[in-house]
């Protein structure tokens, strides 16, 4: 096989960071016009390997080919030149400007002459039509959309550029479906004419749909690449992990109590209207509907995030007033929120600051002064139960892997002492192994007696995961199912109003 055939090949990378390999001799293959998969557990290396192709990045040793030619990329500003263009989980926006000004940010800066903004704005909005977003328009300003429609701005910045390599890194874990369909369109078109889309992901229902091929990477090492449609789902994750998934969510054996929280007629706007629910001790009740239907504005309006209009709730029959997320702490009822990085750790510090900030009164004397060592005690008997994978304690929690970042801010919550968990979409965004540990660790709660909320867009973690679901839609309670009741098609039926 000629190199020819490949638009991208790197063969043997190698990269290490201070002692720590992070790639260990990693091939990719990928041809014009195909959708390739890059897949593994968190911490593999997929996204080392990528900033390394798009040039953020040098690696130690090993070769690149870009359309058959020897590159050495040394910079994001010669990968563009490559026509390599990376589509990062955060997004590189500029929020004070115009859709249109983000799109074309690279030419702005070239043009000497005067620009041309009404032409700027109609090429603008021709990449936003064509891609099924017409609605967002070239001169809204970009801090005004949802996080979904400005990284639909990214891809237009990338098309923008005329990327021949286009790589995405879990472009649709905030998306609708509606607009991962018009995502996968585009996708698709760009197939069509011959562009190279690198695709890391941990859905495996969207890399089956989407993909051509899958390359499977584990501990910075290249397991294998495959073709999707001689895989099957199980045979993928059981790639990844480097075992078999036996029984992909653990069992649990709870004995489930009496009720010890219950909420009643909450509501705050058109999102959250009436909702009413109750959850018993040991159990995981699980709340389900599409994309915009209130599950995270009822949640939010339980923990005082959110101020609500009107509603009770109340712990072991008592009500309990709360005004604010202390009032909620106090009271026992924890908040795991939906985007971790934002509002579940403080990346710039610590593990220990980030498990212990909430909870720091507990290691104080008499004196006013911290016992560190009873904290240390706390925090690493934390990071055995969670089985948070970490060096150091003192490391900050940007170091590590997504699953761990989340079980760090499962960890915070717990220390706060609460017995009530709100969790809202758990395992977005972590691997499938991480996603294994962390039903384990939420099925260990249930089994010490904590009463689960948990929020999840995935309807198999919710059938898996859940002893009932409510189902929303448009901010009101469309149903709720027992176990024995909820599968996939009563679960979607509910949530699109279909009887």
Not at 76 to 92: F, T, W
Not at 411 to 430: I, Q, Y
Request: charged letters at 30%; aromatic letters at 6%.
């Amino acid at each position: 096989m000629g190199e020819q055939q490949y638009q991208v090949e790197m063969r043997n990378i190698k990269k290490s960071f201070g002692g720590v390999k992070a790639l260990d001799g990693v091939s990719l293959q990928v041809k014009k016009g195909e959708i390739h998969a890059l897949m593994g557990e968190n911490g593999a290396g997929k996204s080392t390997i990528m900033k390394i192709l798009a040039g953020s990045l040098q690696k130690d040793d090993g070769e690149i080919f870009i359309d058959g030619k020897a590159v050495d990329i040394k910079s994001p500003g010669e990968g563009m030149r490559q026509g390599i263009s990376i589509i990062y989980q955060e997004l590189m926006l500029v929020p004070d400007l115009t859709v249109a000004e983000n799109i074309f940010i690279d030419s702005l800066n070239k043009e000497y002459k005067m620009i041309d903004w009404k032409k700027l704005k109609v090429r603008a909005q021709e990449y936003l039509d064509e891609i099924g977003f017409s609605h967002i328009k070239a001169s809204d300003e970009v801090s005004g959309l949802t996080v979904a429609y400005q990284q639909v701005v990214e891809i237009c910045k990338a098309l923008s550029r005329n990327a021949s390599v286009l790589i995405l890194d879990e472009p649709t874990s905030v998306l609708s479906s509606k607009e991962v369909s018009y995502l996968f369109k585009l996708l698709r078109n760009l197939k069509k004419q011959g562009v190279a889309v690198i695709y890391i992901s941990h859905r495996l229902d969207e890399v089956m749909d989407l993909c051509d091929r899958v390359t499977i990477m584990r501990d910075g090492r290249y397991i294998a690449t495959v073709d999707t449609d001689s895989i099957t789902q199980k045979e993928l994750a059981d790639m990844m992990v480097g075992r078999a998934l036996q029984d992909y969510y653990p069992e649990r054996n709870v004995e489930i109590g009496e009720v010890n929280f219950e909420v009643k007629n909450i509501s705050r706007g058109r999102m959250v209207q009436d909702i009413s629910f109750q959850v018993r001790k040991g159990e995981v009740l699980g709340i389900n509907g599409l994309v915009g239907a209130g599950r995270t504005e009822v949640v939010r309006a339980i923990f005082g995030a959110d101020k609500k209009e009107r509603g009770q709730i109340f712990l072991d029959g008592r009500e309990v007033t709360i005004r604010s997320p202390k009032d909620a702490i106090r009271n026992g009822i924890g908040l795991l929120p939906e985007d971790r990085k934002t509002q579940g750790v403080l990346l710039d510090l610590s593990i220990r600051d980030n498990i212990t900030l909430g909870c720091l009164k507990l290691f104080v004397s008499i004196l006013g002064k911290i016992n560190r060592k009873k904290e240390t005690d706390f925090i690493h008997d934390m990071v055995r139960r969670m089985a948070i994978k970490a060096g150091n304690i003192e490391n900050n929690v940007s170091s590590l892997s997504g699953g761990n970042q989340q079980k760090v801010a499962i960890a915070k919550l717990l220390a706060s002492n609460c017995k009530v968990l709100l969790l809202d979409e758990p395992t977005r965004g972590v691997d499938v192994g991480a996603k294994r540990e962390i039903y384990k660790i939420i099925n260990d709660f249930a089994a010490q007696g904590y009463s689960i909320v948990m929020i999840s867009s995935e309807m198999p973690e919710i059938i898996g995961m859940c002893d009932r679901v409510l189902v929303m839609r448009d901010g009101r309670a469309a149903g709720e199912l027992d176990k024995k009741e909820c599968s996939e098609s009563n679960l979607i039926s509910y949530s699109m109003g279909v009887q």
